[in-house]
Antibody, heavy 124, light 108 residues
């Protein structure tokens, strides 16, 4: 059974950094891209970026460039999202999601399995 | 970046048909995906690409694409179909990006 299990809720102060994990199981870790998607109140869904777990290559959305890091740990089958310089507008739920396209093809953006979401609250 | 627009809400009687539309320039280039989200849950992929329904999704869900408009149709809506529905596609404005519609709340 494919599962993406995310780490728990976080409360952070402005200008802090948050790191969220996404533990993968049920398929070969390196076979599929993983996306990170933000769902913020009043802003809907925003695509943040993706990682190819096979080689660690990443692509980031322009809106998050400069303060986002996505990494893939092949030893633990875990993908991480790190977001720095947090602002109140970063409050929301963060999802990891598997791209249904295998990594030897271009990402399709069609996400067939999602983590349960991690709530991040940014407040002073 | 590109934008996708959706009607905020639609109601449908039990067993009747409802169509949810999504409009945006990126849909002229890329086929969308459609997600269902119920309160407190992660989204579920219900349709993607030109004409693809993931396994486990009832065949009452169908989709179509024409020009800058994509549609998701529920034929014979059930109580369990009450949810928010979001469209999503690759951005065609130049930067590598994916864009989401604001969502349509379907009430059965």
């Amino acid at each position: 059974e494919v599962q993406l299990v995310q780490s728990g809720a976080e409360v952070k102060k402005p200008r802090a950094t948050v790191k969220i994990s996404c533990k993968i199981s049920g398929y070969s870790f390196t076979d599929y891209y993983i996306h990170w998607i933000q769902q913020a109140p009043g802003k809907g869904f925003q695509w943040m970026g993706l990682v190819d777990p096979h080689d660690g290559e990443t692509i980031f959305a322009e809106n998050f460039q400069g303060r986002i890091t996505i990494s893939a740990d092949r030893s633990t089958d875990t993908v991480y999202l790190e977001l720095s310089s947090l602002k109140s507008e970063d409050t929301g739920i963060y999802y990891c999601a598997r791209d249904f396209t295998q990594t030897h093809y271009d990402s399709s953006g069609y996400c067939d399995f999602w983590g349960q979401g991690t709530a991040v609250t940014v407040s002073s | 970046s590109s934008e996708l627009t959706q009607d905020p809400a639609v109601s449908v009687a039990l067993g009747q048909t409802v169509r949810i539309t999504c409009q945006g320039d990126s849909l002229r280039t890329y086929f969308p995906s459609w997600y269902q989200q119920k309160p407190g849950q992660a989204p579920t992929l219900v349709f993607y690409g030109e004409n693809n329904r993931p396994s486990g999704i009832p065949d009452r869900f169908s989709a179509s694409n024409s020009g800058n408009t994509a549609s998701l149709t529920i034929t014979g809506a059930q109580v369990e179909d009450e949810a928010d529905y979001f469209c999503n596609s690759r951005d065609n404005s130049g930067n590598y990006n994916y864009v989401f519609g604001p969502g349509t709340t379907v009430t059965v």
